[in-house]
Structure formats: structure tokens, C-alpha cells
């Protein structure tokens, strides 16, 4: 999209939800007016949040491949701890991988 994040707020309401207001814009300052791409960037934004880690298990043959991924930002950065984090926890559970 070549965006940016011009101003953000937050604010706690009740029950612990939390409000975010974000004002976006392009990356030379003019204001996202497309209609197709506030909607694109909603619903990226609302997947992103709502499941930003995705798992899936899947059965090749005699072994299992776990595929684990997450969203990167546009600097490069991820999640680092999420490859440790997972890790981990087959660990913890006694499965036993050999490729990572």
C-alpha cells in the first residue's frame, strides 16, 4: 500500500477492551480516500489481530509437518521468539522433532 502510521491512540473502555484509533495516510502525507483499499486495509488490520499467529498441522506419510507462521513488519521484524516458543512447547509435551 506504501502506508504510514501518522498518529495512534488507544484508550482502556470497560471490561478491559481496549479502543484503538490509528490515522493513516500515504507515505507522502495525502489521505487513504479509496474506499477498496480502507476496506483491504481493515480487514488485513482485523486478520492481523485477530489471529496473528497461524498453525497448521499436516500429514506427510509417515512423518507430520507443523507449519507455524506470523505476519512481519516492514522493517524485518518479526516475531523472533516464536520458532523458540514452539520449540519449547513440542518439548515440554514429549513430541520429538527432527528438522526445524
Known amino acids: 500500500f506504501g502506508l504510514q502510521i501518522s498518529?495512534?491512540?488507544?484508550?482502556r473502555l470497560i471490561d478491559?477492551?481496549?479502543e484503538l484509533e490509528l490515522l493513516i495516510s500515504h507515505a507522502n502525507g495525502c489521505k487513504l480516500c479509496d474506499p477498496d483499499k480502507q476496506k483491504a486495509l481493515r480487514e488485513k488490520l482485523a486478520s492481523d489481530i485477530c489471529d496473528p499467529v497461524r498453525v497448521m498441522l499436516l500429514n506427510k506419510g509417515l512423518n507430520m509437518e507443523?507449519?507455524?507462521a506470523s505476519t512481519i513488519e516492514r522493517s524485518g521484524k518479526g516475531r523472533p521468539r516464536l520458532l523458540y516458543d514452539a520449540t519449547?512447547?513440542?518439548?515440554?509435551?514429549?513430541?520429538?522433532?527432527?528438522?526445524?
Open 7 to 11: 498518529h495512534g491512540r488507544f484508550s
Open 16 to 18: 478491559g477492551v481496549v
Open 66 to 68: 507443523l507449519l507455524i
Open 88 to 100: 519449547l512447547a513440542l518439548k515440554m509435551l514429549e513430541i520429538y522433532f527432527f528438522k526445524v
